[in-house]
Each structure stands twice: as C-alpha cells, then as structure tokens.
C-alpha cells in the first residue's frame, strides 16, 4: 500500500471561537474540540494549569497563585500570549487525533467571523495562529457557514433570515444564493442578560448569584410574556449582601421578566425591527414564507422565540442544536475548495 501524498496538502481545521466555547472540526479528524473559552495559569510564570472545563470549575474556587482568563471576548484577543497558550493546546490536540497525517505539521486554519470583525483582528488572530503552527489562516463569512449548518433549511432558494445570539453578540445575517446580502452586528449576547440579573438581584434581592446559576436560572425561569405561571415563586440561591453568609430568596415569574424585557426590547427587538424594515418588498415576503432562523446559546433562553413570534408577526425557527450549526456548517465547508472560495473574506 502506497502513502497518498496529496493528504498532506489538505489538511484544513475549521475552528469556531467563540467567547463562551471553542469549537474545532477536521476534514480528516471529524470533531475533536469542544472546550470553554478559558485557561487557568499561574501568575508566576505564565505556565498552563488547565483549559476548558477544568478552568470553568475552578472560577470562585481558584487556587492560591492562579487566575482564570479569557483568551477571547467579544471577538477580540484579550491578550495574545495567553491567547496563544489556548491555540497550543488546540494544535495539541490536532497532533494528538492527526495520526493518518503525522508528517503535516501546519494545516490550514479556517475561522467563521462576525460581519463586524475587522481588518486589524484580522491581523491579530493571523499572526497569534501562525505562531501556533497554522498554515494559512482563512475567515470565513459566519453567516454562510451557519446557513450551510442549518439542515432544516435544505436548499432553499428565496432569502432566508439569520440571527445568531451568542455569548458577547448578536451577529445578524440576510442569506440568499450563498451570498451575505445585508448583515449587522449588534454588541449584545447572553452575557448582557446575566450581568442585568446579577446587578438586579443585588439591588432588589440584596443577593449574589454565580454566573452558572444564573445561566440555569435564564433557560429554566425565564418566560417573556404574561401566563398563568406569573404569580408562581422559585428559589434563588446565592451569598447573602448583609452577612455574607450563603442564603436563598423567592422571585415570581412575572417580576423575573420585568427584570429581563426591557433589555431585551431596547437591545435586541427594536435594532432588529429596524433592520426588517429596511428590506424590499420581495425579502420581506422571504422573510414572512420562510421565517427568521434563530441559532446560538442564547436562543435558546425558555419563551424567547414565542416573545418574538408576537412582537414580529413573523414566525421564528430554532433548529435542532441551534449552539452547533457554524460547526455543522463547517463541516461541510472544510472539504469543498469552491465553497471555501464563496465564503471567504477577501
């Protein structure tokens, strides 16, 4: 049996990296990278402790001379020696499942980016990935490469609405014939939401709240329009503000969303209104046939798609694992050169 040669020319990692997870898929290794964006270090040294969830674990819990970072945030390198030191482990892990290509040492590196990200993050992420051991660094529009991730859509071929809410942002993307025809980021995600709470329950609750709790607290509790459930209470627990002891408080529904939808409305629901209405009449019967698409972790807060079912008079659809759609998406792209050509950012 002969080696085939060519392999060592089309190695490409599709790397989606997100300030909440990073997610990494081969052409040749299938799906192989699924951590939390965050690394553990020592203040000393600069020395790794743990990636991922090793490092999620630990916050409020950190040992003595450690501190947990965020290599990424809102599509931006928080510092780019420990960014690199998150790429080492990535490319660790490439070289680890990378067995049938052993003599391939830089592969190609393809990254979905928001329509917002710019020439000099461009820049940035290039060089700290070059370092790491990439080949080239290829971006990638992340509205196309979720489009191409979505299964439900199939081919559809009218103009389809696309509405990734993540971590930090909100990238908005209007799809039709593999191309971007208007897009718009906006600087809200799932973050902003849990920071609100977090701030309102100090003030009204007089209580502090993990970030995890809170998390559960938003896709478990969290519903966006009068029901019969208003009047119910659930238990928060937390740190006492007054003692500092641990402790726990009761919240209705109804006064839980007050605390959520004016944010919600001002950030997210009127930008998008007025994205809408800028389109021409033919996108907009798209829009009315096919829906609007919601992917990303923070579409799937409890109640937020029938929010703007009512708001829109639009029906919104949330596909199955709407988190892994652009991982989805690059699955596909990866392995088809004419594709990466179309979706790439020149």
Do not use: C, W
């Not at 599709?14 to 990278?33: H, M, P, Q």
């Not at 009068?226 to 238990?235: I, L, N, R, T």
């Amino acid at each position: 049996m002969f080696f085939d040669f060519t392999k060592l020319l089309s190695l490409n990692i599709g790397v989606d990296f997100g300030s909440f997870k990073t997610r990494a898929i081969g052409n040749e290794l299938g799906f192989f990278y699924n951590k939390f964006s965050l690394i553990s270090v020592f203040q000393k040294d600069k020395s790794v402790l743990a990636v991922g969830g090793e490092s999620k674990d630990m916050i409020g819990r950190v040992p003595n001379g450690v501190v947990v970072m965020k290599p990424i945030q809102n599509s931006e390198i928080t510092s780019n020696q420990i960014f690199e030191l998150f790429v080492k482990d990535l490319m660790k892990e490439v070289s680890i499942k990378n067995k049938s290509f052993k003599f391939v040492t830089k592969p190609d590196l393809l990254i979905p980016v928001n329509s917002d990200f710019t020439k000099a993050q461009e820049s940035n992420f290039e060089n700290s990935l070059k370092k790491e051991g990439a080949n080239r660094v290829i971006f990638l529009k992340k509205s196309l490469v979720s489009f191409h991730g979505i299964k439900e859509l199939g081919d559809l071929k009218t103009s389809v609405l696309i509405i990734d809410i993540g971590y930090n942002k909100t990238d908005i993307g209007l799809v039709f014939n593999n191309n971007v025809i208007d897009s718009k980021t906006l600087d809200f995600g799932g973050q902003d939401i849990n920071n609100l709470i977090y701030q309102k329950l100090i003030e009204e609750k007089k209580i502090q709240v993990s970030d995890e709790n809170i998390e559960n607290l938003k896709k478990n509790n969290l519903i966006l329009y009068p029901s019969q459930f208003d009047h119910e209470k659930f238990e928060i627990i937390g740190k006492s503000i007054r003692t500092g002891l641990p402790s726990k408080v009761e919240i209705t529904i109804s006064d839980f969303r007050d605390f959520v939808l004016p944010l919600l409305k001002s950030n997210l629901i009127n930008p998008l209104k007025s994205f809408i209405n800028s389109f021409s009449e033919n996108v907009s019967n798209d829009i009315f046939e096919n829906g609007v698409v919601l992917i990303g972790g923070s579409s799937q807060i409890y109640s937020l798609k029938l929010l703007l079912n009512k708001e829109f008079n639009i029906k919104f659809n949330i596909p199955k694992n709407p988190d892994g759609v652009t991982v989805e998406g690059l699955r596909k792209v990866i392995s088809d050169k004419n594709l990466i050509d179309r979706l790439k950012i020149n």
